[in-house]
């Protein structure tokens, strides 16, 4: 999937990616140019980073900019698993050996992700023509994750 959708959404501008069935929220980096997998990715290279050389939060004071600072092209995206209904909550942790039907210990814990976490909730846009807000609300109300693009 990587390897053929990343360029497109790279080269198109693309802000923004919404995904679902991994039981949980998950957040990319606004990140560009990364098509292998997760051992080859590398927060200097593949992320938006802030002023001190950190992965960007795009939260508060770090909004992502639609042109990415570093490159000056609008070429980073943010994907974020928005399928964390049904059983997010619910976890079948492997046995030792075992590979298929049980959640793996580290099965949230992605180089490219900001922001992980097996619980249930929904993502709430709100856009203006300068600005998209992205929310993800829990069970409780309580606003878990956000970030901003701006244009």
């Given amino acids: ?9 790279d080269s198109y501008g693309m802000d923004v990616v919404y995904d679902g069935h991994s039981h949980s929220h998950e957040r990319s980096y606004c990140m560009g140019g990364h098509t292998g997998l997760s051992p080859t990715f590398d927060l200097a290279t593949h992320a938006e980073l802030n002023d001190m ?19 000056r092209a609008d070429d980073k995206v943010v994907y974020t698993v928005a399928g964390s209904s049904g059983k997010a ?12 039907g ?10 490219a992700h ?12 709100d856009a203006t023509a300068t600005e998209l807000t992205s929310r ?3 069970v409780n109300g309580d606003v878990i994750d956000s970030f901003v693009i701006k244009r």
Avoid: N, R
């Avoid at 939260?59 to 639609?66: C, I, R």
């Avoid at 909550?89 to 298929?100: I, M, V």
């Fill in 1 to 9: 999937m990587c390897e053929v959708f990343t360029p497109i959404f």
């Fill in 53 to 71: 050389g950190e992965g960007a939060s795009g939260q508060g004071d770090e909004a992502y900019s639609q042109i990415s600072l570093g490159s």
């Fill in 89 to 100: 909550d619910e976890l079948d942790p492997c046995e030792p050996g075992q590979t298929l």
């Fill in 102 to 111: 049980c959640t793996p210990a580290d099965w949230l814990q992605h180089p």
């Fill in 114 to 125: 900001f922001f992980s976490l097996p619980e249930k909730g929904s993502v709430v846009l």
């Fill in 136 to 138: 993800f609300i829990d």
